[in-house]
């Protein structure tokens, strides 16, 4: 009998050693979470990959398969058919079969590929892949044999039971979310943000938002730009906290006491302070922003050094290295673009001087914020009247 299954493929954490369990665990965990609420599935695990099965019917490949793409870790998923019973008339008729669901009448090149990792099976590798071409070759006309550079690769691997997959959906890769700590990213409307903090998910670490809002400078539709944005990275994170705190009374303060040219330096260093300050209470270990190094006037090296300064907890840079049409690429890769580019400033945007600094010296930021006596307070309270979003 031949039965619906996904064969389920993992990268980078094959290599890993003795915790490789806890990385296989967590995926377990995301798929079970990602399928329980539409039937009754199980995940297998089997040397090398996880094969997800339908205990309660006949598996649906396009119900299961959306759901699974978007979880970290895993590199790859192949729709395909498992055999328990692994006599060659079986796999003949299971592998046309198949051929025939996926391709149809439509022409094409196609080839056959056999792993026997079960040795007492009776024929050899390639005597089965031989037997089995022949034999699609018999019952559809419309494929032809090409071994080198073929349209679809049929592969059958030989196990306990047999497999049977010519479908291969590459996924995101990565680690599983949440295997690699926690940090908290500062979530703008713009596009470097968002790419900033799926880049991090991707790596296995729990992401949590901060957003500054800063009414009536911004407006409501500007922070529903965020709550989308937030709402994007959770279809891969499963779950995303959303911090929105009200900056209006400290960006004006900021305003009437530092020069012009430098309040968006001290406007950033205020927010990686905030930052901070969620995620000491949150137990997060490190900051993530959507800094790319020379972008903008704020993200000169000597600017990336003065914001760095006002931090104890690390920051990471992911898109650091990118330029901007990197970035954009990968944000309409992953859905976040289009919801990027609404027309709604946030709090970064409207406060710009008309010539920043692009080489500030820590010690005048310092000097300048020593006289700024209500800058802590205006903080500490900001903080505290965070808005919790739980997407």
């Known amino acids: 009998m031949a039965e619906k299954v996904l064969i389920v493929k993992y990268g980078e954490i094959a290599m890993r050693g003795n915790n490789k369990y806890i990385f296989i665990n967590r995926l377990i965990s995301a798929i079970r979470k990602n399928l329980d609420p539409y039937g009754n599935y199980y995940v297998v695990r089997d ?42 008339d079986t796999i003949c008729k299971e592998s046309l079969a198949h051929m025939q669901e996926f391709y149809g009448e439509k022409e094409m090149t196609f080839k056959v590929n056999t792993r026997r990792a079960n040795k007492k099976f009776p024929m050899h590798s390639m005597e089965l892949s031989m037997e089995v071409g022949a034999y699609i070759l018999e019952h559809m006309p419309n494929m032809k044999v090409d071994v080198k550079n073929p349209d ?15 479908k291969i959906i590459r996924t995101y890769g990565g680690l599983p979310y949440g295997s690699n700590g926690k940090a908290v990213s500062l979530l703008s409307g713009g596009i470097d943000s968002p790419v900033a903090t799926w880049m991090m998910a991707k790596r296995g670490v729990e ?51 530092t020069a012009h040219d430098r309040l968006t330096i001290h406007l950033k260093r205020a927010m990686m302070r905030a930052a901070e300050m969620i995620a000491h209470k949150d137990g997060a270990l490190a900051l993530v922003t959507g800094e790319s190094v020379g972008q903008v006037a704020s993200q000169t090296m000597q600017g990336i050094q003065v914001i760095n300064a006002v931090c104890d907890l690390p920051v990471l840079r992911p898109l650091a290295g990118m330029d901007k049409a990197e970035i954009i690429q990968r944000a309409e890769q992953i859905g976040t673009f289009e919801i990027s580019i609404r027309p709604y400033e946030d709090c970064c945007t409207v406060f710009v ?17 020593h006289k700024l006596t209500e800058l802590d307070r205006l903080l500490e309270e900001a903080v505290a009247n965070a808005e919790i979003i739980d997407l």
């Open 47 to 88: 040397p090398g990959r996880l094969i997800v099965e339908d205990r309660g019917g006949e598996l649906d490949y396009d119900l299961t398969i959306p759901k699974l793409e978007t979880i970290f870790g895993l590199h790859s998923i192949c729709p395909g058919v498992r055999l328990d019973d692994a006599e060659f």
């Open 152 to 166: 679809v690769t049929l592969n059958i691997e030989i196990r306990n039971s047999v497999y049977l997959h010519s």
């Open 207 to 257: 992401v949590e938002g901060v957003y500054f809002h800063s009414p009536p400078y911004t407006s409501e539709w500007a922070k529903e730009k965020v709550i989308d944005l937030a709402k994007r990275i959770a279809d891969f994170t499963g779950e995303f906290r959303l911090y929105v705190v009200p900056f209006t009374e400290l960006q004006l303060y900021l305003l009437d006491n």
């Open 353 to 369: 001087a008309k010539h920043p600094v692009t080489k500030p010296r820590l010690n005048y930021i310092e000097k300048a914020e």
